[in-house]
């Protein structure tokens, strides 16, 4: 059975830090692209960022450009979120979903159109 398991959500400060890990289990992540999403209460589920199965490229939302960096170890069969200096407006449950459609090279987090297998999401808290 093909799953992802984010983990690493939790508490944080404003300003503080998280990373967070998507596993995939049933399957390798080589070939697949992978995108971060999240939704907080009462809004739509927006695209953070994504990453190509390359590695080689990646892509994210306007709003936490220069704040986190997407990462994957594919030894280990894992994609990786860092997310720094966070503000209350990042608190959502952030879910990772994997893309077998995106060629090799790209990746695309504006829309969930290609992503077809997804974690059970992972909640950040951001609050003093």
């Known amino acids: 059975q093909l799953a992802l ?5 939790g508490l944080v400060q404003p300003g503080g ?14 070939y697949y692209a992978i995108g971060w999403f999240r939704q907080a209460p009462g809004k739509e589920r927006e695209g953070v960022s994504c990453i190509s199965s390359s590695g080689g490229s990646t892509n994210y939302a306007d709003s936490v450009k220069g704040r986190f960096t997407i990462s994957r170890d594919n030894a280990k069969n894992t994609v990786f979120l860092q997310m720094n200096n966070l503000k209350p407006e990042d608190a ?26 997804w974690g059970q999401g992972t909640l950040i808290t951001v609050s003093s």
Do not use: Q
């Open 92 to 117: 959502a449950t952030y879910y990772c979903a994997s893309d077998r459609w995106s060629n090799y090279h790209n990746c695309r987090h504006y829309t969930e159109a290609p992503y077809d297998v």
């Open 5 to 9: 398991v984010e983990s690493g959500g």
């Open 17 to 30: 830090s998280l990373r967070l890990s998507c596993a995939a289990s049933g399957f390798s992540l080589d």
